[in-house]
């Protein structure tokens, strides 16, 4: 069965994601890579209201390059993916250029 997923929407063609388990509580959490053309950018993870008591389905994890030092609760994978997208495209999609500080 194959775990990669593209959304189409404006903004997120050059985005692939990839169905996962993280090993962050005993039996696993459910968690996407989140690939830009070749390159891992981002894990998420969606957020066990149960587990953690913080209303919210996806968390970012740990992010790469531009989404370097980021950590978010976002409220729908939507929401996550577009926020993401748009790190990309505020200055030309390249993924290792560093955030201006």
Known sequence: ????????????QDFSFMNVRLATVANGEHGLLVMKSDQLVAVLTQ???????????????????KLGGHHRLF????EATSWIAD???ADGQQVLEADAA
């Open 1 to 12: 069965m194959d775990n990669m997923m593209r959304l189409g929407s404006a903004g997120l």
């Open 87 to 89: 790190r990309f495209e």
């Open 75 to 78: 409220a729908s994978l939507d």
């Open 47 to 65: 957020v066990d209201e149960e587990v953690y008591s913080v209303k919210g389905g996806w968390f970012l994890e740990t992010g790469f390059g």
